[in-house]
C-alpha cells in the first residue's frame, strides 16, 4: 500500500480505536485474529507433537493412579475388613499396591512436568528468537513510532505469557479434565443414585464460577495496568536520572512513584482478596457437599443399602472433585492474558517492514564500488503533508569529503537516513555508483557504509568484539592495528585486561572520546566505501577533538566522506561544504569560498570565533575548543540528560 493511503488507513484505525496508536497492534483482537494466532501457534506445537502425546501418556497414568487409591481401600474396606477376612497378605497385597500407585503418581507427574516444560520452552524459544529477527528487520519508522518499552515486553513478557498457556492452561484442561471425567465414571459405577445426587451440586459450582470469574477478570486487568504503569514510570525515570536530579525533581517524582505504587498496591490486594474469597467458597462447596454426602451416604449404610467402603469412597472422591474445576476456573486469565500475548506477537509478525528489499536486487560487488553518490531531486518527509526535504540534489564524486552544516531541523541526518536507506524517498532518488540505494540489497548498501554517530553504541562484551562486532574473520592482530592507527591503543594497554577488556553496557566506563575512537577503529576494520559522520565530535572535548580530527584524516583517506557537524573545525578541510536550510541546500563551496561569499557560513564562523574569543577572554577551560557555533545543541543540561 502506498505511504500515504496507509497511514490514512492507520489513522481511521487509530481514530476507530481498533489500533494501538503507538504500536499498529489491535485493541481487541477479533475473532478472527485470535483463531489466527492460535494456527501460527498450533505450527510452532507441530515439531513437538511427539512429546505431547507423551505428555498425554504421563497424565493418564498419573490420573489413574491417584483416583486409583480410594479405590484400593474401598476393596479393603469392602471386601476383606467387612467380610472378616483377617489376611495379612492380602492386606500387605492392597497396601504394596498403594504405594505402588503412589509412586506411580509421584513419577509420571514428574515426568509429564518434565515434558511438558521442555515442549513450551522449545515452543517459546522458536518465537523468541523469531520475534527478536523479525523486529530487527523493521524499518526505522517503526521504532519511530513503537516504544522499545513495548518491544521489550513483547519479547519478555508477552512469550513468558505464552509458556504459561503451555504449561498451566493446557496442562489444568487436559489434567483437570481428565480428573473430572475419571471422577464422575468412577462415582457412577461406585453408585449411580449417590452419583446423580451430587450433579445437583454442579449448577450451584458453574454459577459461583461465572459470578466470581468476570470479577476476577477485572481484578486482574486493573492489577496488570497499574503494574505497567508503575514499571513505565520507573524505566522513564531511570533514563532522565540526570535531569530529575540536576532539576531536583526528586520529590515530585516520588510523589507520582507513590500514587502509582498506592494504586498498585490496592489493586494487587484486591485480587488477592478475589482470589482467596473464590478459593475458599470452592472449598466451602466442598465441605458442604462432603456433609450432605456423609448424611445421604450415612443414611444408606446405616440402611445397609450402601456399603461402607462405597461411602469412604465417595467422600474421598467429592473431596477431589471440586479441585480441578476450581483450578480449571483460575486459569481462566491466563488463557485471556495469553491470548492478549498471542495476538500482539502475531501483530508485530504480521507487521511488513516499509523498507525491504526489491524482488529483484542487483548483484554489486562491493569491492568494486567507487563511492560516487548522488542525490537526484529528492523530496522526502516522515509524516504525510510535513516534507522535511524539498527536490534536494547533491553529487559527490568518489573519494570526496563533503561536510554539512546547517540550522537545527534543517535535514541534515534526514539526508543520511537516506542514503543508508533507514527511510525510502517520496520522490526522486538516491544512488550509488548510479545505481538506486533501494535496487540494492540491504545488506551490500550497509556493508558499503559506515556510520559513526554522535553517540557511538557499544556493546557489553571485550574490545576486540567492540570493534570487530563479533565478526569473527577479523583478527586480533587487525583490531589492534586499528586501534593503533586510531590511536587507541595507549589506553587499553594501561587497561588491566588490555584489548580482553570486558566493556560495560554502553562503554559507560570510558569517555565519550574514547567510545568515539573505537568507533573509528571498526571503520578501518570493516573497510567502508563511504563514511558517514552525524555530529560524531559533538560531546567531545578539545583533547578528544584533536584526537578524532586526526582518526578522520586517516579514516577518510580514499573514502567518499559526508560529515556532519556543528563544530565548523571538523568540516573546515572539507573538499566541499553544504550549508543547508529547511530541507534545501541555500550555499556550496570550500570554507574559503563560503567566508568570500559572506553569507549564512560567514554568519556562523563569524559568530563561533565570537564565541571562541569570549571563551578565551574568560578563561573558559575545557571549553568547546573548536569552533563553536551559534545554536551548540550539544552543550547544557538537555545533553547532559
Ligand atoms: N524520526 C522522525 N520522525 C518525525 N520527524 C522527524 C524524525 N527525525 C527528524 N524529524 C524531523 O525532521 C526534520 C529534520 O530533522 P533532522 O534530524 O534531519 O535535522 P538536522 O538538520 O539533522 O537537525 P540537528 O542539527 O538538530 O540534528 C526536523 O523537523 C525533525 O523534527
Known sequence: MPFRRREAALAKLITNGQLDARTDIPLSPSKESN?????????????????????????IVAIAADLLQPYLVKIAIDDHLMKGDRSPNTLFLIAGLYLLLSVAGFVFTFLQNNLLQKAAQGIVAAIRKKLFRHISKQSMSYFDRVPSGSLITHVSS???SLNQFFSQVLLSVLRDGLTLVFIIALMFQ????????CLILLPIIALNAIAFRSYMHKTYQMTRT??????AFVAENLAGM????????????????????????RSNLREIRTNVLFNRSFEMMGNLSVAFVTWLGGNAVLGESLPFGVLFAFITYIRQFFQPINNISQQWNTLQSATVSLNRIWGIFGTVPEVRDAEKVRGVDA??????IDFDGVKFGYKDGLTVIHHLD???????????????????????????????????RVTIDGTDVRELPQETLHRLIGLVQQEPYLYSGSIIDNVRLFDETITREQVMEACRLVGVDTLIGRMKDGYDTRLSERGSG??????QLISFARIIVFKPKILILDEATANLDSHSEQLIQEALTLVSQGRTTMVIAHRLSTIMGADRIIVMKQGEIVEEGNHKELLARGGYYEELYRHSQGQKVQQLTAGAAGGTGGVATPKKKSCGVGQRG
Not at 497499574?226 to 514499571?231: A, E, F, G, T
Open 35 to 59: 483463531k489466527e494466532a492460535y494456527k501460527g501457534l498450533i505450527g510452532y506445537a507441530k515439531p513437538y507433537r511427539l512429546t505431547f502425546l507423551a505428555v498425554f501418556g504421563c497424565i
Open 158 to 160: 508477552d512469550t513468558e
Open 190 to 197: 461406585l453408585d449411580v443414585r449417590m452419583t446423580l445426587y
Open 226 to 231: 497499574n503494574l505497567s504503569r508503575m514499571v
Open 242 to 265: 540526570r535531569i530529575i536530579q540536576v532539576f531536583h525533581q526528586e520529590r515530585e517524582q516520588q510523589k507520582q512513584f507513590d500514587e502509582k505504587n498506592r494504586l498498585y498496591f
Open 367 to 372: 569491492s568494486a564500488v567507487k563511492g560516487q
Open 394 to 428: 547533491l553529487h559527490v564524486k568518489p573519494g570526496e569529503m563533503i561536510g554539512i552544516v546547517g540550522t537545527t531541523g534543517a535535514g541534515k541526518s534526514s539526508l543520511i537516513s537516506l542514503l543508508c536507506r533507514f527511510y525510502d524517498v517520496q520522490e526522486g
Open 510 to 515: 570510558l569517555s565519550a572520546g574514547e567510545r
